[in-house]
Every structure is written in structure tokens, then in C-alpha cells.
């Protein structure tokens, strides 16, 4: 170890002294230089490679280590602990402990095909996530032995000197010590989109992680500029690394589809219980035996579980995760996939999701000449003079630039770049400038200095090109361009227009040039001003639009400044002219009742933490909203996590952002939120349908059985029968449905209320109705052959099933929608469910006619007579279901444009 000056830094750095003490754990940003030094015992010369072993063996390698990913069991004991699982297991267990075995046998077989195909989706979207993980090793320029080496970053530890130099990521987190017009991207710890620049003096300890200048976190990136830093914090002490810690910690939320199922799941439970209590008791009062009537019991059991309901769901769920892969949305779970469709507010990072995190010029102005750029076209033709703004911001700028295959090639800060970028859409050939124009001094930009100026050989004459901001470029000049004509300095007339332009949240850049002189730029001619920003993403203000439309509420909750953050949500319609935003600093002020009344009607959150993104997604939550998150950063990640459903960026997001998410968009556009939203609502449309077909036919076939005891009469299904019902005829439907097309106008619903069980209050009145229709159109047949007929009990009993295979037939249209007529979709729009009917009834036809499926379920072939008596009779449940549907219309089909107006406010 040692003290004194580094021994090598480039000249005009500005550097902090060191001295030798002991080190504490301080907030390291309120430190001076020589104190940060001195509290972590070291000096210019770094750490020695003993001590640095030492410290290493102290404080243990300089690595954040991910979450690692789930294996094959844990996917499948989460499987396992699903609902419907549950269900199909009880099942099991009753058979098996009743010696049903071939019944237990069907169902073993469904459980196997449930977890099988959870099993595998969960898989392949776990690969799919790994694979947009881009981890790589990285390498730090460490001061050790009084000299510079590279190491792995890993071996880095506390009071390591780092040298930091443009495109390189920060290693860990560091105190800087001296800076040569160092810039820093900060945009995946902050979501500020305009790279910070630094300086050395120790600032306010209660300043959020965007505003503390003199230190760079790991993680972030060095957009311009060089540095030397000291290191205070690595792995999991560092910022990112607290982050990645407390997420890993944190259970993910239930999404309100498994919560649905464990209700669902009670109530069939407690379906199975009295059900079978009540024919036990009903039996034993009417003189039957207790054995027979254990048999009844054990019969309606299995007819109150819908065995085929978990393979159906997994279906439909995994043909949910298929379609939105489609649309560039990887889901990792399988119950993530409804839950965008129910979600009621979409929190939004703006930087890299809302936005392109590309630094544009927007606007240029020269005098009173204003020239706005949209997607580089031009609105009119530039001026002499407006052309004399574009050239000085291409010869005052340090960025590089060349003629590449594409057109022009730039690297280095990006608010350079973008001014290269504008010069090129007037037509100015940037190389050919420079090269005409060669470099004789430069002064690199300092925010004491606020400008930065490039001294030019132009025709044999030196001349100055500056370019900073508007005040203080107007500082150093005394004339200015006005209507072609070089006048006076105005800096009333600058200051108003550099008001103009930053109320619209751009960031401004005055550009000015003047005679040359070694003393440095003054007595200059203020040219204009280029106004920029990081433009909104294509699409993505028609994706808020029609989110609005399906009363989804989208915020933005973003890290960068406010006023940049409202002008943005002005431009995309997020929030209304006049809106303000609720910054962090205020926010930091509220109390938990004042936020959940906050975010009833702000709609731009600008300037946050980690932590207070967390408290927006549980206040929005305490409403009873279903809540989205989008983010690419590590400072997204919490919320991610707290969130119902959380977005991670495919492309540019970190992975401590995809660990935490439960959906990865692999385009990072929120168009495709829009996209998947609607794919979600269509998912869960289909689990409804599905849920709906198999309760309604499962009441019915308990209601079937109850009414035959009531009567006195023979029970008109055995345990088989009904298991062929649950899993072959309507097993093979049920599953057909999950492949239905999506229904028209489907974002023009309004968002599922949180509380609302997959079967809504409608399709539960539908149910009971539809039930007592179909059980009792299956008792009045099997009387009509037993009393009337005179057939055998073998005969009745395959009467009465098909029967009711004959209305699930019907059911089966009728469950196609909640809302609209089965007259209205045609049969072959789900091609699946068409041929699916077919082979139901033609596999039951078989049945009746084949001695093992005879043996095994006790049937008998029925005469032509019969056939036509049951057709007549299970087409009844046609017309009550139509009727029902005239009756109870949809409550949103009046309004639509009343959604959008409520998810404003909501």
C-alpha cells in the first residue's frame, strides 16, 4: 500500500490526495476524497497484491451470483402443488382405495399427461430466458503494486484504484478520485435515459443514487470521458447486488389465476363432500343399503370432479405462452399468461420500453428559424444560418464518426452522437467537415465549465466551436445570428427560447463560434440551439391508446427527471396537458395512506428508487388493481418481483431484471405488452369456457343421480359410466375448446375484477339453469325406457349416459361464448372442437357396439327409436342457453369509449 499521487493519469484530471487510516462503512458519497482513502487504508499507489489477497479472503470475490435456475424436480413438485393437480390426486387416491382400478388407471393416465406437459412448457420457457442472459466475464484496470494490470473484475476488493475509460463497465462500486470529462450511463440502476456527468467533491448524504456525482456504481457504463475511482462496496454490497439480494428473497406474488383455482377447487371439494353426504343419507332414509348407497356416494364423487379440467387448463395455457412467444412475450410460467389479460394498470420504466434509450435531436433553432426532425425527415428546408448551428455541433464534439456500409458510423456519448446524427438528416457529410477542418485545441466539457469548445483550422484562420448550455454559451458571446443578419447578444431573447424549448422536456445544447485565440473562447457568435431527447418508441403511443380502450391504465414510473418524464407522457398520452408528476423527494414524504391516494389519479412518477417503485406496485395493489411493471434495470427489479406480472426487457434488460420478471419481452417494445395483454384476455376467455363445460355437465350428472334417489328410482349411471363422460366424450371437447379463436372486440372489454372466480355470476345462474335442463331431459328418457319401454337396467343406464353425451354435444356450442349466439360462430372456425364432437360421439357409437367398452361399462346397443327421442330431447339445452343469453347481455357492449375514460382516473 501507499499514498501520494497516482503515478499515471492524464493531464488536466482532477484528483483528490490520499492519506493512510482505518476504514469504516460511511456513506461514501458524503466523503471527501482523502477521507474515502484514508477509511479503507490506502493511497495512490493501490493496494499491494498481499493485501489485496487478504481482503479478498475478508470480504470474498467481487460477484453477484443469479439465482440459479429451477431443476426438473422443483418444477415438478410446483406442478404438484397446483389446485387441479390436487384434484386429479384425490381422485386417484378414492379409486385406488375403492379397487376401481381400471378407473384409477384413466385417471393416473391424465395426471401424467398434466404434469408431463406443465412440466415441459415451464422448461422451455425457463431455456428460452437463459438464453437472452448475456453473461460474460468481465476485466477491470486495477492500480496494484503501484501499477496498472488488468484482472478479473471478480478479484476486485475494497480500495482497489480502478481506471475507468470510455465503453467500459464499472466493475464495482466506486468513489471517484479524478475525472477527465467523464460521463456515465446510468440508465439500468436509474432510468435517467441522459448519461450523468461526474466530479469528485463530496455531496448531500441524503441524495437518491441518480444524483450522487461522485461515485459510479457497477453495472452502469462509461459513456465518455476517464476516471479513477476507489473501491468501497463489491458484490453483493454493491447497489445492484443489494438489489439482486433483496429480490431473491422475496416469494413472488400469487397471480389471481391460482388463487382463483384454490377457490375453485374448494368449491368442488366441498361439492364432492355434501354431494356424496347427501345421496348417502337421502339413500339410507329411502331403504336403501349402506353399501349401495357407498357406491352412489363414491359414483357422485366422480362425477363431481372434472378430471379432464387440469390437462385442459395446461392446454390452454400453454397454447397462451405459444401464441405470445408468436408476439415476441416469453412467459415462464404457465398462470402468468392469464394474468396480463386481467391486469387493470401497466406501471411502464420509460427509458428503453416507452422510448428508443437513443438521445435525438428533436428540434434545432437559429434565430427565429425553428426546424423539427421527425424520423429524420426534415419539416422544411434549413437555412444558411440554421446549417451554421448543425456544423459547430459536428466540430465541437469528440465523438467518432465514419462512412460505413449503412451510411455514417458514430461512437462515443450518445447526446454526441445524436448531434452528429442531425447534422447528417441536413445533408452535412460530418467526415468530410472534420477533415477540412482539423483539430488544433480542444477543452473538453466540466460541469463547473457547463461548455466544452473545439479550436479549428478553418481556411487558414483558427476559430473557436463551442457548444453547452444556452446561459452560459450566451456568457461568451457578444453578438448573435438573427434573421441572417449578425446582431447584438440578446439573452433575454435566448433565455425565452431555451424556456420554450426544455418546457418540452428536451435537453438543450446552444452552439456559438468566433475568432481564435489560445486564451480560450470569448467574444463568440451565438448560432442557435439543438434540442433533444430519447424519442418514444414506434407504436407505442397507438399500444397506450388501445390499452386505454380495454380500461388498462398504463404509469410511468421512470427515474429520470420530471420534466423530461411528463413531456414524454404528454407526447404518448399517458398523462393530459397541465399534469404534473409526484417525484421521488415527495413521494419520500408520504405516508403509505397518502400514496394509495395518490396513485388514484397521477399518472407520471419521475425521479424514484428501487424502493419507491415498490411502494407505487403495493399501493396500486392495495386498490385492488391487478398491476404490470415493465423495466430493463436492475433498479426495476423489486418492483418486478412485488408486481402480479413482471416485464423484463429481452435485449437491452439486465438479468438480475429478467430474474425477477414472470414475462420476457424478447423485442423490449411495449407494443407487444399490447399484444399480449390481448392474447392473455383470449387465455383466460378459454379457460372460462373450458371451466364452464365441464362444471355445467358436471352439475348436471350429479343433479341426474340426486333426482333419481329422490324418486325412488335406480341410480342411472355406475362410477365408469361417469368417468367415461368426465374424460373420453367430454375429455376429448374439453381440451378442443382451449383451442378457440379469439372473440371479436376482446380489448374492448374492461379488465377482469380481481375478485371475479373463472366462472362469473352469469355463467354460474347459466349453470344451474343448463344443469337442471339436462338432468332433467336425462331422467325423463331413462323413466320413459325403464317404466314405459320395459328395457333392462343395462339398457336405461346406456339411454340415460348418452343422453347426456348427447348434451355435451350441444353444451359444447353453447360454452363457445358467455355473450354471443352459437347461431352466430360458425362451426368451423374451431376446426379442432368440430372434429373433436365427431369423434366423441363416433367413439361413444363405438362403445355401445364393442364387447370390451360393453363389459367394462356395462352398455348395450339402443334401437333407431331411442336415437331420435334423445337428439329431440338434448337439443332443449340449445334454446335455454340462447335464451339466457337474450337475457343477460353483456354490460360493456354499450360503451366502450367510457372504459377509456375510466382508466384515466382509475
Not at 117 to 132: K, T
Not at 173 to 184: C, E, I, K, P
Not at 326 to 331: D, E, P
Not at 497 to 525: F, I, N, V, Y
Request: overall charge negative; aromatic content about 4%; proline content about 6%.
Amino acid at each position: 500500500m501507499g499514498g501520494g499521487q497516482p503515478s499515471t493519469f492524464p493531464v488536466g484530471a482532477r484528483y483528490c490526495g490520499a492519506v493512510n487510516a482505518p476504514p469504516h462503512a460511511p456513506g461514501w458519497h458524503t466523503l471527501t476524497c482523502a477521507e474515502a482513502l484514508a477509511r479503507l487504508d490506502t493511497g495512490g499507489e493501490g493496494l499491494s497484491t498481499r493485501e489485496a489477497a487478504a481482503r479478498l479472503h475478508r470480504y470474498g470475490p467481487n460477484v453477484v451470483e443469479p439465482a440459479p435456475p429451477p431443476g426438473v424436480l422443483a418444477i415438478a413438485l410446483r406442478q404438484l402443488r397446483d389446485p387441479l393437480i390436487s384434484i386429479l390426486t384425490f381422485a386417484l387416491v378414492v379409486t385406488l382405495a375403492l379397487q376401481e382400478f381400471i378407473d384409477a388407471g384413466v385417471i393416473a393416465t391424465a395426471l401424467v399427461l398434466d404434469l408431463g406437459l406443465g412440466l415441459s412448457q415451464e422448461l422451455r420457457a425457463e431455456r428460452s430466458v437463459r438464453a437472452l442472459m448475456n453473461i460474460i466475464s468481465l476485466q477491470a484496470r486495477a492500480v496494484r503494486d503501484g501499477h496498472e494490470q488488468v484482472i478479473d473484475a471478480s478479484q476486485l476488493v475494497p480500495g482497489d484504484l480502478v481506471v475507468l475509460e470510455s465503453g467500459i463497465r464499472a466493475p464495482a462500486d466506486l468513489r471517484l478520485l479524478a475525472v477527465t470529462s467523464l460521463t456515465v450511463d446510468e440508465s439500468l440502476l436509474t432510468g435517467e435515459s441522459v448519461p450523468v456527468s461526474k466530479q469528485t467533491a463530496p455531496v448531500e448524504r441524503d441524495l437518491v443514487v441518480a444524483d450522487r456525482t461522485n461515485m459510479v456504481f457497477a453495472g452502469t457504463v462509461v459513456a465518455a470521458g476517464r476516471g479513477r475511482g476507489v473501491v468501497v462496496a463489491t458484490g453483493e454490497s454493491t447497489q445492484i447486488g443489494a438489489i439482486a439480494e433483496s429480490i431473491q428473497q422475496r416469494e413472488p406474488p400469487k397471480t389471481p389465476l391460482q388463487q382463483q383455482l384454490v377457490a375453485l377447487s374448494r368449491v368442488i371439494t366441498v361439492a364432492v363432500i355434501a354431494s356424496g353426504i347427501l345421496s348417502f343419507g337421502l339413500g339410507i332414509a329411502l331403504g336403501n343399503s349402506a353399501s349401495e348407497m357407498f357406491a352412489v356416494a363414491v359414483a357422485l364423487g366422480v362425477a363431481a370432479v372434472p378430471e379432464g379440467l387440469p390437462v385442459a387448463f395446461t392446454v390452454a395455457l400453454a397454447l397462451g405462452v405459444r401464441r405470445m412467444a408468436a408476439r415476441n412475450a416469453i412467459v415462464r410460467s404457465l398462470p402468468a399468461v392469464e394474468t396480463l389479460g386481467s391486469t387493470s394498470v401497466i406501471g411502464s420504466d420509460k427509458t428503453g420500453t416507452l422510448t428508443e434509450n437513443r438521445m435525438t435531436v428533436q428540434v434545432v433553432s437559429a434565430g427565429s428559424q425553428l426546424v423539427r426532425i421527425d424520423n429524420g425527415q426534415l419539416d422544411r428546408e434549413p437555412s444558411r444560418s440554421l446549417l451554421a448551428v448543425l456544423e459547430a455541433g459536428v466540430l465541437a464534439n469528440e465523438a467518432e464518426a465514419w462512412d460505413g456500409e449503412s451510411g455514417l458510423e458514430t461512437r462515443g456519448d450518445p447526446t454526441e452522437t445524436a448531434l452528429l446524427r442531425s447534422a447528417q438528416a441536413f445533408g452535412v457529410d460530418v467526415p468530410l467537415l472534420r477533415q477540412e477542418r482539423p483539430v488544433l485545441r480542444e477543452i473538453p466539457f466540466e460541469s463547473e465549465r457547463q461548455y466544452s469548445a473545439s479550436l479549428r483550422d478553418v481556411d487558414g484562420a483558427p476559430c473557436w466551436f463551442v457548444k453547452g448550455a444556452p446561459e452560459r454559451v450566451a456568457q461568451l458571446c457578444t453578438t448573435m445570428i438573427s434573421e441572417g443578419q449578425v446582431t447584438p447578444i440578446d439573452e433575454d431573447a435566448v433565455r425565452e427560447r431555451a424556456h420554450e424549448l426544455a418546457s418540452q422536456g428536451l435537453r438543450l445544447l446552444a452552439m456559438a463560434h468566433g475568432p481564435g485565440s489560445h486564451d480560450g473562447p470569448r467574444e463568440l457568435t451565438f448560432l442557435g440551439i439543438q434540442g433533444m431527447m430519447d424519442p418514444p418508441r414506434e407504436g407505442v403511443k397507438e399500444a397506450i391508446a388501445a390499452s386505454r380502450r380495454a380500461g388498462v391504465r398504463v404509469i410511468m414510473i421512470t427515474g429520470d427527471h420530471a420534466v423530461t418524464a411528463t413531456a414524454i407522457a404528454g407526447e404518448l398520452g399517458i398523462a393530459r396537458d397541465g399534469d404534473g408528476a409526484v417525484t421521488g423527494v415527495e413521494l419520500e414524504r408520504m405516508d403509505d395512506a397518502d400514496l394509495r391516494e395518490a396513485v388514484r389519479t397521477v399518472n407520471v412518477f419521475a425521479r424514484v428508487s428501487p424502493e419507491h417503485k415498490l411502494r407505487i406496485v403495493e399501493a396500486l395493489q392495495a386498490h385492488g388493481h391487478v398491476v404490470a411493471v415493465t423495466g430493463d434495470g436492475v433498479n426495476d427489479a423489486p418492483a418486478l418481483r412485488a408486481a402480479d406480472i413482471g416485464i423484463a426487457m429481452g435485449r437491452s434488460g439486465t438479468d438480475v431484471a429478467r430474474e425477477a420478471a414472470a414475462m420476457v419481452l424478447a423485442d423490449d417494445n411495449f407494443v407487444s405488452i399490447s399484444a399480449a395483454v390481448e392474447e392473455g384476455r383470449g387465455t383466460f376467455d378459454n379457460i372460462r369456457k373450458v371451466t364452464y363445460f365441464l362444471v355445467s355437465t358436471g352439475v348436471a350428472s350429479i343433479l341426474t343421480i340426486l333426482g333419481a334417489l329422490m324418486f325412488g328410482w335406480e341410480v342411472p349411471f355406475v362410477a365408469a359410466q361417469l368417468l367415461w363422460l368426465n374424460l373420453v366424450t367430454c375429455g376429448l371437447q374439453d381440451l378442443a375448446l382451449a383451442f378457440e379463436p379469439r372473440e371479436p372486440g376482446i380489448l374492448d372489454r374492461p379488465p377482469r375484477p380481481r375478485r371475479e372466480g373463472i366462472i362469473s355470476r352469469v355463467l354460474w345462474e347459466r349453470t344451474a339453469i343448463l344443469g337442471l335442463v339436462m338432468a332433467a331431459g336425462t331422467l325423463a328418457l331413462f323413466y320413459w325406457v325403464r317404466e314405459v319401454d320395459r328395457v333392462s337396467i343395462e339398457e336405461a343406464r346406456t339411454t340415460a349416459l348418452t343422453t347426456m353425451v348427447l348434451f355435451q354435444v350441444f353444451q359444447t356450442g353453447n360454452s363457445r361464448s358467455e355473450y354471443l349466439s352459437i347461431f352466430r360462430i360458425t362451426p368451423f372456425s374451431n376446426r379442432f372442437l368440430f372434429l373433436s364432437t365427431v369423434l366423441a360421439v363416433g367413439v361413444h357409437v363405438l362403445a355401445l357396439h364393442t364387447p370390451p367398452t360393453q363389459y367394462v361399462l356395462r352398455l348395450e346397443p339402443l334401437p333407431g327409436e331411442t336415437w331420435l327421442r334423445m337428439v329431440a330431447v338434448a337439443s332443449t339445452v340449445l334454446l335455454a342457453s340462447e335464451l339466457h343469453k337474450a337475457v343477460r347481455r353483456p354490460p360493456w357492449k354499450a360503451s366502450p369509449p367510457a372504459l377509456a375514460a375510466k382508466a384515466e382516473v382509475q
